[in-house]
């Protein structure tokens, strides 16, 4: 049998509808904790039901932070994901994995009760 890596990707956007303010910036603030669970949780459901979904093992909300569109009114969200990679795979379709979440947030507008700014998505 051959070996499998872990290796992660980073997940970014922007939520509209998640007003920004200083406990988000705090890592070990309950606001922080409380709202990096409920993001991992989406993106987990969102990815387990992917292409990846049998290999994919988790995501960890990083960081939030000022959104750029509208002074406060918006949250950015910086996650990191993991997956197994088994050695005789290809690398990761970032671009198919993207469509993929696109799909599944309604065209990068809808993450369960959240707003998405449709242009915020990234994949890397």
Same mark, same amino acid.
């Given at each position: $049998?051959?070996?499998a890596a872990l290796e992660?990707?980073?997940?970014? &956007?922007?939520?509209?509808?998640?007003?920004?303010?200083?406990? #988000?910036?705090?890592?070990?603030?309950?606001? &922080?904790?409380?709202?990096?669970?409920?993001?991992? $949780?989406?993106?987990?459901?969102?990815?387990k039901e992917s292409s990846?979904?049998?290999? &994919?093992?988790?995501?960890?909300? $990083? !960081?939030?932070?000022? /959104?750029? !569109?509208?002074?406060?009114?918006?949250?950015?969200?910086?996650?990191?994901? $993991?997956?197994?990679?088994?050695?005789?795979?290809?690398?990761?379709?970032?671009?198919?994995?993207?469509?993929?979440?696109?799909?599944?947030?309604?065209?990068?507008?809808? #993450? /369960?009760?959240?707003? #998405?700014?449709?242009?915020?998505?990234?994949?890397?």
């Amino acid at each position: $049998t051959t070996a499998a890596a872990l290796e992660h990707f980073t997940i970014n &956007f922007t939520i509209t509808n998640l007003p920004y303010n200083s406990d #988000l910036a705090t890592p070990d603030s309950a606001r &922080f904790n409380t709202t990096g669970r409920v993001m991992a $949780t989406l993106l987990d459901r969102l990815l387990k039901e992917s292409s990846i979904g049998p290999r &994919f093992l988790g995501c960890e909300t $990083t !960081a939030f932070r000022y /959104g750029p !569109a509208r002074q406060g009114d918006d949250t950015g969200v910086d996650a990191v994901c $993991t997956y197994r990679r088994e050695a005789s795979a290809p690398p990761l379709d970032r671009v198919g994995l993207y469509h993929e979440v696109s799909s599944k947030t309604r065209g990068i507008t809808q #993450l /369960g009760p959240y707003s #998405l700014d449709k242009d915020s998505l990234y994949l890397n």
